[in-house]
C-alpha cells in the first residue's frame, strides 16, 4: 500500500507565501509522476501542478508563474512552492501519484489527506 502524507498547509495573508511538503511510503514504483491538486468548497476538484520522475514539471494556467513544484526522488518527495497568494487559491491541497503520468487531467493513482490553505483578503 502507498501512503501519501502531506504538511504545511495554513492560514496567510492574500500575498504571501506557503509551502506544502509530500512524502510517499510504503509501496514504492519506478519512474512515478507526484503532484498536487486542489478542491475549494462548492468546487470541482482540479489539477494544480505535477513533476515527473524526469524532473519534467506541469502546472494549471491558474497557478503557473505563482508556484513551483519540485521534489526528490531519492527520498520519494515533493514540493508546491506558492508565492503571490489569493483568496482564490484558498482549498484543501492533495498530494497525488501517477504511476503512469499521461498529462494534465490524468486521474491520480493515490492521494494523501489533504491539508488546508487559507487565503485571507
Known amino acids: 500500500q502507498t501512503q501519501l502524507v502531506e504538511s504545511g498547509g495554513g492560514l496567510v495573508q492574500a500575498g504571501g507565501s506557503l509551502r506544502l511538503s509530500c512524502a510517499a511510503s510504503?509501496?514504492?514504483?519506478?519512474?512515478?509522476?507526484m503532484g498536487w491538486f486542489r478542491q475549494a468548497p462548492g468546487k470541482e476538484r482540479e489539477f494544480v501542478a505535477a513533476?515527473?520522475?524526469?524532473?519534467?514539471?506541469y502546472y494549471s494556467d491558474s497557478v503557473k508563474g505563482r508556484f513551483t513544484i519540485s521534489g526528490d526522488n531519492g527520498k520519494n518527495t515533493v514540493f508546491l512552492q506558492m508565492n503571490s497568494l489569493k483568496p482564490e487559491d484558498t482549498a484543501v491541497y492533495y498530494c497525488?501519484?501517477?504511476?503512469?503520468?499521461?498529462?494534465?487531467?490524468?486521474?491520480?493513482?493515490?492521494w494523501g489527506q489533504g491539508t488546508q490553505v487559507t487565503v485571507s483578503s
Open positions: 510504503g509501496r514504492t514504483f519506478s519512474r512515478y509522476t
Open positions: 513533476r515527473n520522475w524526469g524532473g519534467a514539471t
Open positions: 497525488t501519484l501517477w504511476t503512469r503520468f499521461r498529462g494534465i487531467g490524468d486521474e491520480a493513482d493515490y
